[in-house]
């Protein structure tokens, strides 16, 4: 799998040591270091 082809990336400032990949447009599926806690987030808060 090319990671950077779905946008993985590492968060930085207080959500460092998290992780975010493109789900659709503005959702993202954001992950901890052990993939234990998951969370499909609106990039934008919208």
Known sequence: MDAVSYG??????DR???FSIVALRDW???FGEDAVEVGLEDHHGG
């Open 8 to 13: 993985c990336h590492a968060l930085t400032g």
């Open 16 to 18: 460092a040591g998290r």
């Open 28 to 30: 993202r599926i954001t």
